[in-house]
């Protein structure tokens, strides 16, 4: 991973900063730490990384439905699964940055 910095909002206390990553985490999200509030925050996976994991669910879903369609049961397997599970807390991470944005943006912490 590349550690660049780039334009970051802290997610616990809506300060922007310019960052780089501190550390990265299970889905493939970087960390940062928030040189205002002292905290550390998510930040959304990559493009690239949202792709394979949007790619990798497709294709469990696919496999499920063929399973079902061929009278069986579908057991996901653990890489699909993980893929899934990365998706949903990315797209938690993602709302909570468009949240913090919210706020500063109104002025509200």
Same mark, same amino acid.
């Given at each position: 991973? @590349?550690?660049?910095?780039? @334009?970051?909002?802290?997610?616990?206390?809506?300060?922007?900063?310019?960052?780089?990553?501190?550390?990265?985490?299970?889905? +493939?999200?970087?960390? %940062?730490?928030?040189?205002?509030?002292?905290?550390?925050?998510? %930040?959304?996976?990559?493009?690239?990384?949202?792709?394979?994991?949007?790619?990798?669910?497709?294709?469990?879903?696919?496999?499920?439905? *063929?399973?079902?369609?061929? +009278?069986?049961?579908?057991?996901? +397997?653990?890489?699909?699964?993980?893929?899934?599970?990365?998706?949903?807390?990315?797209? *938690?991470?993602? +709302? @909570?940055? @468009?949240?913090? *944005?919210? *706020?500063?943006?109104?002025?509200?912490?």
């Amino acid at each position: 991973m @590349a550690s660049e910095a780039r @334009a970051v909002i802290c997610t616990i206390c809506a300060a922007a900063s310019v960052s780089t990553p501190t550390a990265m985490k299970f889905p +493939g999200c970087p960390q %940062y730490h928030c040189p205002s509030c002292g905290g550390h925050f998510l %930040y959304p996976m990559t493009t690239a990384n949202f792709v394979v994991g949007c790619l990798l669910a497709a294709v469990l879903l696919v496999t499920a439905v *063929r399973t079902l369609l061929a +009278g069986g049961i579908p057991l996901p +397997g653990l890489l699909g699964l993980l893929a899934v599970v990365a998706l949903i807390i990315d797209i *938690r991470i993602r +709302g @909570a940055v @468009a949240k913090a *944005r919210a *706020r500063a943006h109104s002025g509200t912490q």
